[in-house]
């Protein structure tokens, strides 16, 4: 068993995916993707890596959606609290069939929830509100794990908050660019360029991760 390296797959869900015509789905989220991650997935499990996984879990009437604020529209920005809070379509809300996680969640040691407070909007699942930690880093800590690879959606929000979480905690931290998708194309690259310079390795393939741990198996 490899114990150092972990994976954590963030919010492969129905409501971001253009397969299940999702109410926030991001571009390059069909069924081919979809499978590729958990292809992935259960490869990096076959390796003896624990794998977590990550669902966005909303309140219907979460402070981040559109309708939540009279006369608003998704995609607008407001102001609360003095920060800056994007408006999202309704997505991802508790017990519907689109929160569900679609890749096989036997793959999961556990299934790590977000946005539970309906008056706080956070992306990372390493911590919620005002800096109050998830279960994940108890998690990761008990599973003797120091290195974590990422992917899933949404490059720029929850991949990126996510990761950056981590490695200020302390975590080597590996994303998978393609295994990763963004609202904006554009957004997405520039929260890739963002987590490199901070310190996240980003890597293309998971070829190159799968390389890379077969090739520590063998040293040992
Ligand atoms: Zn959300």
Redo the contacts with the bound molecule.
Sequence with gaps: MLKKWGVIVIDIQGDFTKWKQGS?AVPGSDENYVKSVEVATRQFKELGVPILGTQ?W?SPD?I?FATSHPGKRPFETIIIDGGTQAL?PP??IQGTENARVLIDNNLFLAIVKN?QDPDF?NYSFFQYGKGTKTEMDTILRINGIEKVILYGIATEYCVRATSLDLLAAGYKTTVIEGLCRGVSTDAAATALDEMRCKGVRVITTPEEMIKEILQEIFDK
Excluded: I, K, Q
């Design positions: 926030l966005d909303h979460h981040s999202w997505h991802c946005a909007e």
